[in-house]
């Protein structure tokens, strides 16, 4: 039952979103070894408090976005696209 | 004697008569009426057998506390069972019936059930059935039996003929309970300017002060209330649903809430989704029933229950009536049965009480007997009273006809309880009170503790202003009552002395014997007695049973009340009708229905559709009588032996456009793409990060800066949100833009030697010859003025095109092309046909992409580059997945022409049927070009083991056992004469 606030959108439900993992997981490049690619996609912190999440807007901008979201009280803090370049288009 | 309506007062109509029937018999009441009132009125006293014992069951609450009359109402498609009596609304012509009972409400059979009690005790079935040394079958078996002897009421096996709606709101305050507490807090809440939603369960406002007999603030109840509700009603501001009650509060202040609608409305119920700032819970308190032998009986009711019932509905529940109390507010149930005439009785479990109290009961009449509690009731509808001291001592019998009960109340706390907040114990009002709640959440009125009308009406003032405030609006100061407000504190749980069946929760049959025993067994923490008993499950939630129930463990360990725990309260608060979840989103508005540009071109031909996720697609063309079977076969032929065209339009589309469109191609997909020149196509497969095949299809370089990408029609939204991913969240760099265009293609294939001379004589711009327009070649072109998209790709292993023009073309293209066709033979087919086709040249497809293949297991090993990295390239070469005894792909044919076998089939050993073989089967045709039946199956060791040796599908499920053969999955043409001719 979250709203988020899209910066392209406005606030809606999150039924028009899809949720996309943990932001703050970096991928290697392709070449990477293997064991810093088993990192990145198996091996997950499971944080109590703020916590950064991907989310695709995917029934509105479909543009991909990074939400601050508080895994115990469900408050979400903040939302930014996930595009450096497009937060610093809309400021 | 029994109930009966009183001659006058009450908030119903009597000049309007309402009829309805209660197990075939016709009864009446009057508008204003609920179903329990008319029952009790007349004189049906028997209303239900419970739930284990099938003991007989009366009218025991006036709201939503019930926890015996539970009735079905309608029939036939329309039942709803376990619904309470005591909240059901008369209407005319309703159909009510008893449950749990056969062969009929008086005599029932399952009573017998009362014999064996000691077996029913708690923990029985787990002991008899499930416990140690018993064999696991033994509950297999007795299963069936049990769950047909127990049980709530049966609901229909029809199709929910009714509808539904479902509707979201937002608001400032929402204030749920529109008893005096709720209704001041909308007041003040709404006169401060905020956008306000009131929600009552009950079909009138008010609450309590619908049966309340006193003045409120120096007025008349009724009065005070009307006065209120007009202004609530005329303010824009104000939005109030009766009949509505909020079952549940999830996170960020949404609260769940199911309305229900009279019958000929829009709908039968409404289901809301209600956002709001703040939310006031002013939902009240249930009196509690108290603990004695045969409390259960017909005709033993709460206290507050007989008052609403006398006040409200003018229904006197009895003559002579008997009231225990171990409390104050059984007392004005016992002053205004008095005064309507009732012979009355009131025994408290109390000693010393202040005068006013003794004065008042003198006044009105009540016979008041102090130091006394009930031990049990007498008579199978409760004819007489042992009462006694509370030891047990100077037992008497007194008779009467209806018992009222009042053993406390329980502030209603499941809606702050759903939101994971823990109740606080007060020992002094024996009642849980609300905890701390850091969300904006403030319970008011009764449901905060706070008794009295007038105390209510203040605490709902105080919760509307602090609302107010909060949101950044004036409002008047007001203080929060405290809790309480009896003249002489309350003596609860008097145990002692008991003769006989003390339910503690009537709902669920558990007895105080039964608490008692599961804390002998060591089942005393509430959330283990809860399953061991199952006491405070169901519909009742524990409504009237769980502080009881505490109060029992906290005797049987000597502990105090507070130092047991609480269970936790889950939604829904009342039972909710999936119907109403569901909404209008149900048969075949579940999902949109997706149709290709063609549909109505192959609908007028008379392909029969197919449903494939969302899309409807042409599975054969049956010409005739034609069955499935023999359409496919036939249209199989057409192509390998003519030409034969087929819609895919379905197919996901993405132009892939920019600088870095090769070089995205190049990191998604496991083979080259950038190297790929202008008007060449290539196959290619992705992988997820895990190494995993994702998905396949094809990609055309149209230009120097743009790929026309397809994907698998089940795939195509999730390979776009993967492009779309990756470009904003890992390599944000690349110059590249990607569009899904799956909507603005129509595409056909065309397949067959007779392929080429169709599409030549169609795109005359184009050279169709093999030297002009090779394989996998990709050209522009135009049909009739429409500029079209061709690629010379074949998935079913011959001369093949897929021509692709604007939607809007789609059924001009498809009625040139099938004109073509037909007058060289050929003709359409569908994804029967095309599925088989692909078999028979080892195609992977949707059973074989199943998510769990590598690309090695599936035998594409070798398309993976080894010059460039790619999504997955790494953690493909995990040694699990490079094991050489996974399961990998080989394809199947019956060692003796003629036989068949299914898809889904196990794979094992000849002679070693146990377990899960050795793999599995997932696409299997008939193959008129190899006259015989072939499949696609996965085997641990592939070809490499397995190569022209023989294994067992085994089909456990439809009973077929079939020896294969292994062999190459490329059963036709395995040089490609066809493909490149
Ligand atoms: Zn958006």
Redesign the interface.
């Known amino acids: ?3 988020i606030n899209c910066p392209f959108c406005g606030e809606r ?1 999150h039924s028009e979103f ?1 949720y ?1 993992g943990d ?1 703050t997981v970096t ?8 064991e ?3 990192e ?2 198996y091996v997950r912190s499971n944080p109590k408090g703020p916590h950064r999440e ?1 989310w ?1 807007h ?1 029934d509105g901008c ?3 976005l990074i939400v601050e979201r508080d895994t115990v ?3 979400i803090t903040r939302v930014e ?5 497009l937060s610093e288009l809309i400021k | 004697m029994t109930g009966f309506r009183l001659k006058s007062g009450g908030a119903i109509d009597r000049g309007k008569p309402l009829s309805f029937s209660f197990d075939g018999r016709m009864l009446r009441g009057f508008t204003g009426d609920t179903l329990a009132s008319a029952l009790l009125a007349s004189g049906q006293r028997l209303v239900a057998r419970s739930f284990k014992y099938h003991r007989p069951r009366g009218i025991m609450g006036a709201g939503v506390e019930e926890a015996s009359a539970l009735v079905t109402v309608g029939k036939g498609a329309h039942t709803t069972p376990n619904t309470l009596a005591s909240t059901e609304e008369l209407v005319d012509g309703l159909d009510a019936y008893s449950q749990h009972c056969w062969p009929s409400l008086r005599f029932d059979l399952g009573a017998i059930n009362q014999l064996f009690a000691r077996l029913f005790s708690a923990g029985f079935y787990y002991k008899t059935f499930m416990g140690p040394g018993k064999r696991p079958k033994s509950w297999l078996f007795y299963e069936h039996f049990i769950r047909r002897a127990a049980g709530l009421g049966v609901a229909s096996r029809e199709p929910d003929p009714d509808h539904y709606e479902s509707r979201e709101a937002f608001c400032d305050v929402l204030v749920i309970g529109a008893g005096p507490a709720g209704i001041e807090a909308a007041r003040v809440a709404a006169e401060a300017g905020l956008d306000v939603f009131l929600a009552e369960r009950d079909f009138l406002l008010g609450g309590a002060l619908l049966h309340e007999s006193q003045p409120i603030e120096d007025t008349d109840a009724r009065d005070w209330l009307s006065a209120r509700e007009r202004s609530l009603r005329a303010a824009p501001n104000v939005r109030i649903l009766g009949h509505t009650t909020a079952f549940g509060l999830y996170d960020n202040g949404v609260a769940g809430l199911v309305e229900r609608l009279q019958p000929g409305a829009s709908a039968r119920e409404r289901f809301w989704v209600v956002r709001a700032k703040r939310i006031v819970i002013a939902a009240g308190a249930l009196e509690r029933p108290l603990v004695f032998g045969n409390n259960d009986r017909p005709g033993v009711m709460l206290a507050s229950a007989l008052r609403a019932y006398a006040n409200r509905w003018a229904v006197a529940a009895g003559r002579r009536v008997l009231i225990a109390t171990n409390n104050d507010s059984a007392y004005a149930a016992a002053h205004d049965l008095a005064r309507a005439g009732i012979a009355t009785t009131l025994i408290d479990a109390r000693e010393n009480l202040p005068a006013s109290l003794l004065h008042k009961s003198k006044e009105a009449g009540v016979e008041l007997r102090l130091a006394c509690v009930p031990l049990r009731t007498i008579g199978r509808c409760a004819r007489a009273v042992e009462i006694g001291t509370a030891d047990g001592g100077g037992v008497e019998t007194i008779q009467c006809d209806a018992v009222g009960m009042s053993g406390g109340w329980s502030p209603t706390q499941h809606l702050l309880s759903q939101r994971g907040v823990k109740p606080i114990w007060n020992e002094t009002l024996a009642a849980f009170l609300p905890g701390a709640t850091g969300e904006p959440i403030r319970c008011a009125g009764a449901a905060a503790g706070t008794w009295r009308s007038e105390d209510c009406a203040r605490s709902g003032r105080a919760a509307g202003a602090e609302a107010a405030r909060a949101l950044g609006r004036r409002a008047p100061d007001e203080e929060f009552p405290g809790p309480g407000g009896w003249e002489a504190p309350i003596r609860p749980w008097v145990f002692g002395g008991i003769k006989g069946k003390a339910f503690v929760d009537l709902q669920n049959d558990v007895t105080l014997d039964d608490v008692r025993q599961a804390c002998a067994e060591g089942y005393d923490a509430p959330e283990l007695l809860k399953r061991y008993t199952t006491l405070g499950m169901a519909t009742d939630q524990g409504r009237t049973s769980a502080v009881n129930a505490l109060a029992v463990i906290a005797e049987a360990r000597a502990k105090p009340l507070d130092a047991i725990g609480t269970t936790t309260f889950r939604p829904p608060f009342v039972p909710v009708s999936i119907g109403a979840l569901a909404g209008a989103e149900r048969d075949q508005h579940l999902l949109p229905t997706r149709r290709s540009p063609m549909h109505d071109a192959l609908v007028a031909q008379g392909a029969r559709m197919l449903e494939t996720g969302l899309w409807l697609r042409p599975w054969f063309y049956p010409q005739g009588e034609e069955t499935v079977d023999e359409s496919y076969l036939r249209e199989m032929r057409l192509v390998r032996e003519a030409v034969g065209i087929c819609d895919v339009s379905t197919l996901g589309k993405i132009a892939v456009q920019g600088p870095d469109a090769g070089e995205l191609l190049d990191r998604v997909y496991v083979n080259a793409f950038k190297s790929l020149t202008v008007g060449r196509a290539r196959y290619g497969v992705m992988l997820r990060d895990d190494g995993i095949v994702m998905d396949d299809g094809t990609s055309w370089r149209i230009g120097e800066h743009e790929y026309f990408m397809t994907t698998t029609t089940a795939n195509a939204g999730k390979v776009m949100a993967w492009l779309e991913e990756l470009l904003e969240t890992r390599w944000p760099d690349l110059r590249v833009a990607v569009t899904s265009v799956t909507d603005q293609w129509a595409g056909a294939s065309v397949a067959g030697p007779l392929a080429r001379d169709l599409l030549q004589a169609l795109v005359k711009d184009v050279d169709f010859t093999n030297e002009a327009f090779s394989f996998m070649g990709v050209r522009e072109g135009s049909f009739d003025g429409v500029h079209c998209r061709i690629a010379r790709i074949s998935f079913s292993g011959e001369l093949a095109y897929e021509i692709y023009v604007p939607a809007d073309y789609g059924q001009a293209l498809w009625r040139v092309l099938l004109e073509g066709a037909k007058s060289r033979g050929g003709g359409t087919y569908g994804l029967e046909a095309l599925g088989a086709l692909r078999v028979e040249k080892g195609h992977v497809g949707g059973p074989e992409l199943d998510g769990r293949a590598t690309l090695d297991d599936l035998g594409l090993g070798r398309l993976a580059s080894t010059k460039k990295p790619f999504i997955g390239s790494a953690l493909r070469m995990r040694p699990d997945l490079q094991r050489k005894d996974r399961a990998q792909i080989v394809g199947l044919m019956p060692v003796t022409t003629g036989e068949t076998f299914k898809g889904g089939s196990i794979l094992c050993a000849a002679g070693d049927e146990s377990g899960h073989g050795l793999g599995w089967v997932t696409s299997v045709t008939e193959s008129p070009s190899l006259g015989q039946w072939i499949g696609l199956g996965f085997v641990k060791g592939g070809l490499a083991d397995w190569e022209g040796r023989t294994l067992l599908a085994d089909d456990p499920i439809r009973g077929r056992r079939t020896l294969v053969k292994v062999v190459a999955p490329h059963f036709l043409d395995p040089e490609g004469k066809r493909l490149h001719g």
């Open positions: 039952m979250l709203r439900d899809t996309g932001a991928y290697p490049a392709l070449d990477a070894p293997t810093a690619w088993f990145a996609v991907r695709q995917s479909r543009l991909w009280t469900h408050a696209p996930s595009r450096a370049v």
